[in-house]
């Protein structure tokens, strides 16, 4: 059944039983009584379309059942004494029981939200590691060869210079002393060019290559490769660089292969050096 055809009925009601207390010369309080009876029966049919509580329904209807009640004790209370004793007491029953079903809503709609805060939180922090996981490399930490592309594409270079590394003899050091010596070199290199420049972008682009862009020009190079190698030699493991100048619209593939090229000029330099200097360094 509609609920307008609901509502139809009840006014319907309200205004015989209105015109019958007219004509019974009743007083107005009485009719007032009747008026709010009629009002709070609508709220009534509203309440039971809106919340789907079964008690919460039977717990109105509980404190209407005072209100009609309060209603009948003017015309009824001499025939039958006891409605004048149970309509207050039921009305009351009737709203308290209605405050503890709004109470028990209202906590399982803040429980609700809270768990639709958490389930946020854990979605933006997901989001959060999956972005981390997609623009760095899980093994260094540093930034991964699509972050090189992007970031490469976002900037304008006035002035900044690329250096391109490669690590000398570190397949054989993996080979030689397993895959987690070889991890190992990876994130020591990429923990010293960070802590060296750690204000300039380092890219691990794969394998022993690695990236960095920096603002300023490394005035001492040699020194630089010095710091660099310290860490690694004990495993038989130098660094060569090749560095290119950068400037606005170059792009990042040609630019990789230039400084690729000037790399393998400074790989065959350190072949026979690299078996020299390394004595001079304390493991």
């Known amino acids: 059944m509609s609920r307008w055809l609901l509502h139809g009925i009840v006014w319907t009601a309200m205004l015989i039983i ?7 010369d009743a007083s107005w309080a009485d009719c007032e009584e009747v008026i709010w009876f009629g009002i709070y029966l609508s709220f009534f049919i509203e309440i039971c379309s809106c919340v789907k509580k079964p008690f919460f329904v039977f717990s109105f209807a509980f404190f209407s059942l005072g209100l009609l009640l309060d209603i009948l004790d003017s015309y009824f209370a001499s025939s039958f004494p006891i409605i004048n004793v149970l309509d207050t007491p039921i009305k009351h029953i009737g709203l308290i029981l209605i405050c503890y079903c709004l109470l028990r809503i209202a906590k399982s709609r803040l429980s609700k939200i809270e768990q639709l805060r958490v389930e946020i939180e854990r979605r933006i922090t997901l989001e959060k590691d999956l972005r981390f996981l997609a623009y760095h490399d899980e093994l260094t930490g540093l930034f991964n060869r699509r972050a090189f592309f992007e970031h490469f594409e976002q900037q304008h270079f006035d002035q900044a210079y690329l ?16 895959h987690h010596i070889g991890d190992e070199l990876l994130a020591t290199f990429s923990h010293s060019l960070s802590r060296l420049y750690p204000n300039d972008k380092a890219y691990r682009l794969g394998g022993d290559e690695f990236v ?72």
């Open 212 to 283: 960095l862009i920096c603002s300023e020009l490394i005035d001492d190079i040699e020194l630089f490769k010095q710091q660099l190698d310290q860490p690694l030699v004990k495993y038989m493991v130098s660094v060569s660089v090749g560095m290119q100048c950068l400037k606005s619209g170059d792009d990042p593939d040609h630019a990789l292969h230039l400084a690729d090229q000037k790399m393998y000029i400074d790989k065959e330099a350190n072949r026979s050096r690299f078996i020299v200097n390394m004595f001079d360094f304390q493991p």
């Open 18 to 24: 209105f015109v019958t207390l007219i004509q019974l």
């Open 163 to 178: 250096y391109y590394f490669d690590l000398n003899n570190f397949k054989n050091a993996n080979d030689k002393y397993g």
